[in-house]
Antibody
Framework: EVQLVESGGGLVHPGESLRLSCVAS????????MGWVRQAPGKGLEWVAS????????KYVDSVKGRFTISRDNDKRSLYLQMSSLRAEDTAVYYC????????WGQGTTVTVSS | EIVMTQSPATLSVSPGERVTLSCRAS??????LAWCQQKPGQGPRLLIYGASTRAAGVPARFSGSGSGTEFTLSISSLQSEDFAVYYCQQYDHWPLTFGGGTKVEIK
């Protein structure tokens, strides 16, 4: 079964860091773009970051540039999102997704930034 | 940034009716347009990519059309499991962007 499973979410204070992980099963990630999309409570979907299969390109939405870093380990079929200097507006469910047209989505992991 | 605009924001329909959702891009995205469905408490699910190609396992009652800046998602006969929020998303240009969504609710 093709599946993505995210982990690493939690409750943090503003300014703190968090690392999200996503593990793929049922397919190999080594030939495709992978990315992260988030959804704030009661809001729509917002693309956050994507990374090319070989790591040669990384793309970010402006609001997270300089604070978030996307990375991957193809051998471990894993995608990561290192988040630092977290803000209240980063509070959201974070989804891992396969390809740039978001062919497969995970179930999401919740990040709450609050004092 | 390409702005994606969906209309209407909410659609009230009865089961069995035909539904058409619209999505407009602020500039051409060619056919690099996807539609996804999200039900309450669940992650999104891809329905259509390439503007008109159904994703694996998606029922034939879902169809997509359009290119450039104007796109539509049609559901030929709405089933009870189709009541959800639908988003369009362009992947032709960075940053990837979504429309605000259309909520299809029971009339």
């Amino acid at each position: 079964e093709v599946q993505l499973v995210e982990s690493g979410g939690g409750l943090v204070h503003p300014g703190e860091s968090l690392r999200l992980s996503c593990v793929a099963s049922g397919f190999t990630i080594s030939h495709i773009w992978m990315g992260w999309v988030r959804q704030a409570p009661g809001k729509g979907l917002e693309w956050v970051a994507s990374m090319k299969n070989d790591g040669s390109e990384r793309k970010y939405v402006d609001s997270v540039k300089g604070r978030f870093t996307i990375s991957r380990d193809n051998d471990k079929r894993s995608l990561y999102l290192q988040m630092s200097s977290l803000r209240a507006e980063d509070t959201a469910v974070y989804y891992c997704a396969k390809t740039n047209y978001l062919e497969v989505w995970g179930q999401g992991t919740t990040v709450t930034v609050s004092s | 940034e390409i702005v994606m605009t969906q209309s209407p924001a909410t659609l009230s329909v009865s089961p069995g009716e035909r539904v058409t959702l619209s999505c407009r891009a602020s500039q051409s995205v060619s056919s690099e347009l996807a539609w996804c469905q999200q039900k309450p408490g669940q992650g999104p699910r891809l329905l259509i990519y390439g503007a008109s190609t159904r994703a694996a396992g998606v029922p034939a009652r879902f169809s997509g059309s359009g290119s450039g800046t104007e796109f539509t998602l049609s559901i030929s006969s709405l089933q009870s499991e189709d009541f959800a929020v639908y988003y369009c998303q362009q992947y032709d240009h960075w940053p990837l962007t979504f429309g605000g969504g259309t909520k299809v609710e029971i009339k």
